[in-house]
């Protein structure tokens, strides 16, 4: 897990923060969430940070990485103003002069100009919408799971995802009911993994606001439910914009360098599910493991191979 340089809560000013990171010159991934309660702001941080860690792991990129985890909406108080907000993360991010990305969702909550003004797309493209590299890790990963376990339809259950709806229409059906994927990106409490229990799909993907913890995760694999998390859906951001940070791939390459190493990826990834029979979700919870502790081992071996002059795991 990533050293804690800042945690601030304090939820009647409205200033619950996380921020994490190896190093002062760390390359942090931007999060805007909801708070609840402390215990639940802080378990929810610790699944995010374990999950960006986890997509370093299987890439091979472990660059200085982090997270930089901020409250803007209160149950009891009500959300930030955003001009004070912008105001807030612009002020904490040159004081300490951090380095940031952007999480896919942003520009659905926050208008892009803004985003730019506080360093978020510092390390970014210009003409690049925000979700399109996450969208291209998605759509691989539903598409390798497709092809390897012969999966017909799907559902979404989301916000702003109808583009992505009409994508994977190319590849698998969608359909109202009894769907082999279900595919969501809304926050998951006891009562959304109740409904995911109902429906009963074979792999669930995760995407955005998704984040699952042990508890959740363990309910669905009892129903024998697959669990593709954030890790695996995800990639596509932190991989453009390390390769920026960087200096070391053109954005071209970065796209190239996507679509091959998740590609590869989630083919042994769902290879280690058919021949170990077990829950990708564990699977990629063994591999985190077996990189940050060293009494751990994980019997999950990923490989590095190379594009030309780009290295990756798969």
């Known amino acids: 897990m990533y050293q804690i340089n800042i945690k601030r809560i304090t939820p009647q000013e409205k200033r619950c923060m996380i921020v994490s990171g190896d190093s002062d010159k760390s390359l942090r991934r931007v999060v805007l969430t909801n708070f609840t309660n402390e215990e639940e702001f802080t378990e929810r941080y610790n699944e995010v940070a374990k999950l960006e860690k986890t997509k370093q792991i299987l890439t091979g990129k472990e660059f200085d990485g982090g997270v930089f985890f901020l409250a803007t909406n209160y ?3 009500g959300q930030i ?6 105001e807030f993360i612009r002020n904490v991010s040159r004081k300490n002069k951090w380095s940031h990305y952007p999480s896919s969702n942003l520009r659905y909550n926050y208008k892009i100009e803004h985003l730019h003004q506080i360093g978020i797309t510092e390390y970014w493209t210009g003409e690049m919408p925000l ?3 996450d969208y291209v890790s998605m759509f691989i990963a539903i598409h390798k799971a497709v092809q390897m376990n012969e999966l017909k339809t799907f559902l979404i259950d989301g916000e ?3 583009y992505f709806q009409e994508v ?4 698998i059906d969608p359909t109202f009911a009894n769907p082999d994927i279900y595919i969501t990106n809304k926050e998951l409490t006891w009562d959304q993994i109740r409904t995911i229990e109902r429906i009963k799909p074979k792999v669930v993907f995760l995407f955005g606001n998704s984040i699952i913890d042990y508890p959740k995760a363990l309910h669905l694999m009892k129903h024998n439910i697959q669990i593709v998390p954030q890790s695996v859906t995800e990639i596509g951001n932190m991989l453009l914009s390390e390769g920026i940070y960087n200096s070391c791939r053109s954005v071209e390459e970065s796209f ?4 091959i190493a998740c590609t590869e990826l989630n083919v042994s990834l769902w290879k280690f599910v058919q021949n170990y029979r077990e829950n990708m979700y564990n699977i990629l919870d063994e591999i985190y493991q077996g990189h940050t502790d060293e009494n751990a081992t994980s019997k999950y071996k990923l490989s590095y191979k190379d594009i030309g002059a780009m290295s990756y795991r798969a």
């Open 131 to 133: 979700e399109e590299p």
């Open 75 to 77: 149950e009891k108080n």
């Open 81 to 86: 103003p955003e001009k004070q907000m912008i």
């Open 256 to 259: 190239q360098l996507i679509n």
């Open 168 to 171: 994977l229409k190319g590849i």
């Open 160 to 162: 702003n995802l109808s």
